[in-house]
């Protein structure tokens, strides 16, 4: 089955520019989309088909996909982004097609 | 305003049975995929199961396949998700979650109902 990576873990300060990337085979070829999840809440979808914001998504939010890694790029970084971060792809590869995501990443805010 | 609300969550012994539900309202139903995904306390997303717009095809992962249920009822705008043969792991909070798009990406999400499994 398809397998998406990321890190467990990224820092950034306050108004620095934060990047969580996604590695899978050939990703570049796939939709990915991003959510965010800050604890206690639901999962918000940030960024869809790789680059898109849904309409109240901040445009520091943006995306990009090629290769083998998809990366979801937060610029001017505030401490209301502390969440955790995931992204997702359809596999449609396998003998049993279906929702893949990535196993999280945890973004703190110094 | 778009709102998903799941129901049914409980505690349940393993290998008992369970039924979840999702009342939708704020959009029309039976335009939309709908999904089941699951996060284990303390751990990542794992999808579970959609169900397109009309019933007509399913997908499950892996893990509960030969299991679970998903089905939809579009004349009360209602997601359900029938859990047979539960397992310790199966232990989670579900979400319902509406698909957008090509209906693979999921642009609502509910609060989500605490499932248990333990003896």
């Known amino acids: 089955s398809y397998v998406l990576t990321q890190p467990p873990s990224v820092s950034v300060a306050p108004g620095q520019t934060a990047r969580i990337t996604c590695g899978g085979n050939n990703i570049g070829s796939k939709s990915v989309h991003w959510y965010q999840q800050k604890p206690g809440q639901a999962p918000v979808l940030v960024v869809y088909d790789d680059s898109d914001r849904p309409s109240g998504i901040p445009e520091r939010f943006s995306g990009s996909n090629s290769g083998n890694t998809a990366t979801l790029t937060i610029s001017r970084v505030e401490a209301g982004d502390e969440a955790d971060y995931y992204c997702q792809v359809w596999d449609s590869s396998s003998d049993h097609p279906g929702v893949v995501f990535g196993g999280g990443t945890k973004l703190t805010v110094l | 305003e778009v709102q998903l609300v799941e129901s049914g969550g409980v505690v349940v012994q393993p290998g008992g049975s369970l039924r979840l539900s999702c009342a939708a309202s704020g959009f029309t139903f039976d335009d939309y995929t709908m999904h089941w995904v699951r996060q284990a306390p303390g751990k990542g997303l794992e999808w579970v199961s959609l169900i397109s717009w009309d019933g007509g095809s399913t997908y499950y992962a892996d893990s509960v396949k030969g299991r679970f249920t998903i089905s939809r009822d579009n004349s009360k705008n209602s997601l359900y998700l029938q859990m047979n043969s539960l397992r310790t792991e199966d232990t989670a909070l579900y979400y319902c979650?509406?698909?957008?798009?090509?209906?693979?990406?999921?642009?609502?999400w509910g609060q989500g109902t605490l499932v248990t499994v333990s003896s």
């Open positions: 979650a509406k698909g957008v798009g090509d209906g693979y990406n999921l642009d609502y």
